[in-house]
């Protein structure tokens, strides 16, 4: 992806300029002297199909004992 770096305060004049330029794909990043601070990105375009449910299943797992509390010795960082 293409970036243009652009000055803070150039922004205002040309803000039409630079979201025509997102559009396209460039990446704008936007500094204050030297220092970045913003970049302006295309808005990835929403999928199209719908998600299923159960495509992966045994994918990943869960133990039994997930949800009980930890150990006093692990908040207290002794082993």
Known sequence: MPTKTVEIQQTKMYLKELLALVVKGTEV??????????????????????????LHLDAIWTSTD????LPEEFWMGKE
């Open 66 to 69: 997930f949800d009980k509390p």
């Open 29 to 54: 990043v936007l500094t204050q002297g030297d220092t970045p601070i913003a970049r302006l990105v295309p808005i990835a375009a929403l999928p199209t199909t719908p998600r299923v449910a159960g």
